[in-house]
């Protein structure tokens, strides 16, 4: 970030989790709560086992697939977890991301069928759960509310959130968020009810069983390889968007805002790293500007699904809103070439 951004980190610059476990909650006195004002809340951090000891293994089990991804596997195992590795992140990144919980466009059911199944194998929780705290996180960005507040560092960003209870504030003011849209979804009530069930078998099973059954892939390499370290490696490329592009990176289109431009980020994660300009335009299907597939994998799937006519009103910025923007906000880094007679 730029150093005009640094006083909303309040981290430690190691970016580790608070220094100690007590975070003081504001308390923000309201109209209707000015006669009972509570004394501010005490949040202290509560972490969950469990999900430490699955992460823990999770990521050890990981470094063994890369190490037998270099030295034993065959090479189209590994063809076999990049496929799946840019499958299930377009289920997060089509599917969850830009069409469940931005609506920035529409599919017809086909489209719609491809992108639950591609997001069940990605294993980032159902698609309701996912868009429910990524509404809140856009709404509440980088306060208590925000389940991934990157005020609290890189490491609870990234994936700490994930391994303690969430602020009450993300409960609370989560409450408030329309869902309703979701709710009333067929297809994604069918995944949340069968979650559990189609979850293993997509993200785990079915991957690991292909190379055996298909190439005489040993189990060990399938397990390891496909399995564990697609999965993790998925993982660690979006958790990049809520750590990585939430501090690092240029802010052209809005500086008083922590999300940045990282291209690095975006070619990992599907053309998801341009968030300095999906913060500012969280509607545009593109979650980035400009027409071209500057590292931005997800678009062009878009792209041709619209042209087979499965996806449709898709939603852009004009070029006139973004430019007010850039002029107004920006932090003076935006490209001038496109702009036409900007002066
Ligand atoms: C994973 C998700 O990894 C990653 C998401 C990343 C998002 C990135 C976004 C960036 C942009 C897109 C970029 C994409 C790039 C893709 C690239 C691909 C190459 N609102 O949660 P609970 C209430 S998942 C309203 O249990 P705890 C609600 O009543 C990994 N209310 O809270 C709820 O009950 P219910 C695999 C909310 O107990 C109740 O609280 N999954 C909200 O504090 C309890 O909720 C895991 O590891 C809200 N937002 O536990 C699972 N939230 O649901 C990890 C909660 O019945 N999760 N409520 O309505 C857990 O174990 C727990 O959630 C916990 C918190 C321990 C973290
Ligand atoms: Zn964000
Ligand atoms: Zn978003």
């Known amino acids: ?9 309040t981290s430690s610059p190691t970016g580790v989790l608070f220094e100690d476990d007590i975070v003081e909650t504001v308390a923000v006195p309201s109209i209707e709560s000015k ?3 509570k004394p501010p809340e005490k949040y202290r951090r509560q972490i969950v086992w469990r999900n430490v000891i699955l992460f823990a293994y999770l990521h050890l089990a990981a470094v063994y697939g890369a190490y037998l991804m270099l030295t034993s596997a065959k090479i189209i195992t590994s063809i076999w977890a990049i496929l799946l590795y840019q499958a299930g992140g377009l289920g997060i990144t089509a599917g969850a991301h830009r069409l469940w919980a931005h609506r920035a466009y529409k599919a017809k059911w086909p489209l719609r069928l491809i992108l639950m199944l591609f997001n069940t194998l990605a294993f980032q929780n159902h698609v309701h759960e996912w868009a429910r705290d990524h509404r809140v996180h856009h709404k509440f960005s980088e306060t208590d ?4 507040d990157a005020r609290r560092g890189f490491f609870f960003s990234h994936v ?11 409960k609370e003011k989560g409450k408030g968020i329309d869902m309703s849209d979701l709710d009333t979804d067929p297809l994604l009530m069918f995944q949340k009810k069968y979650y559990l069930i189609m979850m293993p078998i997509l993200c785990f099973l079915i991957p690991t069983m292909v190379p055996v059954y298909l190439w005489g892939e040993s189990w060990t390499n399938a397990w390891f390889v496909v399995a564990m370290f697609r999965y993790t490696f998925t993982l660690n490329m979006t958790w990049l968007v809520n750590s990585a592009a939430h ?4 802010q052209p289109y809005d500086k ?5 431009e990282n291209l690095s980020v975006a070619v990992l994660a599907l053309g998801e790293g341009w968030h300095n300009y999906h913060h500012v335009f969280p509607w545009d299907y593109k979650t980035a500007e400009l027409g071209n597939y500057r590292a931005n994998l997800t678009t062009a799937f878009i792209d041709f699904f619209s042209r087979i006519g499965w996806a449709y009103d898709l939603k852009t910025v004009p070029m006139s809103m973004v430019k007010r923007r850039v002029e107004r906000t920006g932090d003076g880094s935006h490209e001038v070439w496109g702009w036409g007679d900007k002066d």
């Open 256 to 260: 008083y805002i922590n999300p940045a």
């Open 145 to 148: 509310a925000d389940p991934h």
């Open 1 to 9: 970030a730029t150093p005009d951004m640094a006083p909303n980190i």
């Open 247 to 250: 501090m690092w990176g240029s």
């Open 160 to 170: 700490g959130w994930l391994l303690v209870r969430k602020h009450p504030d993300v």
């Open 35 to 37: 006669n009972d004002a």
